[in-house]
T-cell receptor, first 113, second 112 residues
């Protein structure tokens, strides 16, 4: 089992460019999450998906869109990247809701110039 | 707004010392989790505490949930360099299907 995988591991974008961060889990979990982690700010939830076909906004959704393509995959899209979106992005999954153990991927380090 | 405050923000100690880190809130949580994150990796769950006053031990790590379920502590006995990392607490409110918020973490460095 690979657990939670994320691609790419690193990315540099120019302001205004778009990109999609990919996430997949092989644990048959129902819920998936996207977080961003900034120095001194901890982990903040961007979007959450409780099941295939459903998504909910988290604490910091502005500037992002998500797609729960199927049970395994949950992607995060930046339509027009801004320097404020420079961060480390983590995908996570859990069997049930947020109170269950969350399993995190290794992260994507994104820099927007 | 639910907030979790962690203290201290940074801690640098020598191998063999004991330490305690804290996670405090004015809100009541259904349960509370502790994660450890090593550089370049995602957080990994250490423990979940559910009952007020609960104490859980994981080898040299002791976790306590406050009686009122608003605070928690993590005590490490005889710290080792392998304990180095970012310790995050996360509070769940609204039941297991509810919401999870993370504190900002305590960055621990244990020097040999």
């Amino acid at each position: 089992n690979a657990g939670v995988t994320q691609t790419p591991k690193f990315q540099v974008l120019k302001t205004g460019q778009s990109m999609t961060l990919q996430c997949a889990q092989d644990m048959n979990h129902n819920s998936m999450y996207w977080y961003r982690q900034d120095p001194g700010m901890g982990l903040r939830l961007i979007y959450y998906s409780a099941s295939e076909g459903t998504t909910d906004k988290g604490e910091v959704p502005n500037g992002y869109n998500v797609s729960r393509l199927n049970k395994r995959e949950f992607s995060l899209r930046l339509e027009s990247a801004a320097p404020s979106q420079t961060s480390v992005y983590f995908c996570a999954s859990s069997p049930g809701g947020p109170g269950d153990t969350q399993y995190f991927g290794p992260g994507t380090r994104l820099t927007v110039l | 707004t639910q907030l979790l405050e962690q203290s201290p923000q940074f801690l640098s100690i020598q191998e063999g010392e004991n330490l305690t880190v804290y996670c405090n809130s004015s809100s009541v949580f259904s349960s509370l989790q502790w994660y450890r994150q090593e550089p370049g990796e995602g957080p990994v769950l250490l423990v979940t505490v559910v009952t007020g006053g609960e104490v859980k031990k994981l080898k040299r790590l002791t976790f306590q949930f406050g009686d009122a379920r608003k605070d928690s502590s993590l005590h490490i006995t005889a710290a080792q360099p392998g304990d180095t990392g970012l310790y995050l607490c996360a509070g769940i409110y609204g039941g297991s299907q509810g919401n999870l918020i993370f504190g900002k973490g305590t960055k621990l460095s244990v020097k040999p």
